[in-house]
């Protein structure tokens, strides 16, 4: 029983990170250039259960089977697939087509990457982003875009170096979101199914366990 318990709870912190997940997708649905990200679940190895109530001297050890004690997070996938590409007008905004980042200069020179061309001019008459970081002249890309580590506000790092390229940019126009709204609210809704059904059980493990404290009390 507590190991039943201990499986559900594993699965209900599964389901509430895929919550998070797909509210974070679901907010940035308009965000330019943002990349939508899936959770990989995978259920876990079985393990051998026994125990030692064998024997007249309940000490002999038993072979019980196999127990699964749930799901595990296997990786955070982040799907890079270009948005849709909309005309904006503004000389300001710019979309790569195809492949490669804008390379970012942050405050602490930390060097960041983005899908999201939504800039504007500071009072230097230089490119920056709306939270004012620097936009450097160059296309940045990498062969494994898993490698990248999201900073949040469509900026990722890499410990992998980048190699430039010669990108084709749009100027006047802005990468949608890559969110597929449909999608996501389907997601939710089977997230939400989960959630019900994992509660359930535990309610039925609850009243189980309180039936046994109970019976063994009145023994």
Same mark, same amino acid.
């Given at each position: 029983m507590i190991r039943s318990l201990y499986t559900v709870n594993r699965n209900m912190n599964i389901l509430q990170k895929k919550q998070e997940n797909t509210s974070a997708n679901i907010? %940035?649905?308009?965000?330019?250039? *943002? +990349?939508?990200?899936?959770?990989?679940?995978?259920?876990?190895?079985?393990?051998?259960?026994?125990?030692?109530?064998?024997?007249?001297?309940?000490?002999?050890?038993?072979?019980?089977?196999?127990?699964?004690?749930? %799901?595990?997070?296997?990786?955070? *996938? +982040?799907?890079f697939e270009q948005g849709i590409l909309q005309e904006t007008g503004n000389p300001q905004d710019y979309a790569i087509v195809g492949n490669g980042?804008?390379?970012?200069q942050m405050d602490d020179d930390t060097i960041a990457y983005t899908r999201n061309g939504n800039f504007k001019l500071n009072d230097n008459n230089e490119l920056v982003t709306m939270d004012g970081y620097l936009v450097l002249d160059e296309i940045s890309d990498f062969a494994d875009y898993q490698n990248l580590t999201s900073m949040g506000n469509t900026l990722f790092t890499s410990d992998e170096a980048p190699f430039v390229i010669e990108g084709e940019v749009k100027q006047g126009f802005l990468e949608s979101s890559n969110v597929v709204i449909v999608d996501e609210l389907v997601r939710m809704i089977e997230i939400s199914r989960e959630f019900e059904a994992n509660q359930k059980?535990?309610?039925?493990?609850?009243?189980?366990?309180?039936?046994?404290v109970n019976e063994v009390g009145r023994v």
């Amino acid at each position: 029983m507590i190991r039943s318990l201990y499986t559900v709870n594993r699965n209900m912190n599964i389901l509430q990170k895929k919550q998070e997940n797909t509210s974070a997708n679901i907010t %940035n649905v308009n965000t330019p250039g *943002y +990349k939508f990200q899936d959770i990989v679940q995978s259920t876990m190895e079985s393990q051998e259960m026994i125990n030692y109530a064998g024997g007249k001297d309940a000490n002999r050890r038993q072979v019980l089977g196999e127990f699964v004690y749930g %799901n595990e997070i296997d990786e955070i *996938y +982040k799907n890079f697939e270009q948005g849709i590409l909309q005309e904006t007008g503004n000389p300001q905004d710019y979309a790569i087509v195809g492949n490669g980042f804008f390379t970012i200069q942050m405050d602490d020179d930390t060097i960041a990457y983005t899908r999201n061309g939504n800039f504007k001019l500071n009072d230097n008459n230089e490119l920056v982003t709306m939270d004012g970081y620097l936009v450097l002249d160059e296309i940045s890309d990498f062969a494994d875009y898993q490698n990248l580590t999201s900073m949040g506000n469509t900026l990722f790092t890499s410990d992998e170096a980048p190699f430039v390229i010669e990108g084709e940019v749009k100027q006047g126009f802005l990468e949608s979101s890559n969110v597929v709204i449909v999608d996501e609210l389907v997601r939710m809704i089977e997230i939400s199914r989960e959630f019900e059904a994992n509660q359930k059980l535990l309610h039925a493990a609850d009243e189980t366990l309180s039936k046994a404290v109970n019976e063994v009390g009145r023994v």
